[in-house]
């Protein structure tokens, strides 16, 4: 027995090629595609990544660091 796979297809193609989905759907779906670029949006990601990495091990001034209340014991 052997079993049968699908060809490989990012989540667009198989909901173009799908034929439930309304005609007017597959458009709004391929006019947005057109706009996405993968490469420019793994630059964002990445230069995010790396601002957050460096906001979470550099070393607040401790002026500017929020002062907490001690509540009473």
Avoid: E
Wanted: charged share 15%.
């Amino acid at each position: 027995m052997s079993k049968k796979h699908d060809t490989a297809a990012t989540p667009f193609h198989r909901a173009i090629g799908h034929p439930t989905v309304a005609v007017q759907h597959k458009v709004a779906l391929a006019q947005n595609s057109s706009l996405i670029n993968p490469a420019a949006t793994q630059r964002q990601v990445q230069a995010l990544a790396a601002q957050l990495l460096k906001l979470a091990t550099s070393r607040a001034d401790p002026v500017s660091q929020a002062q907490v209340n001690k509540r009473a014991s």
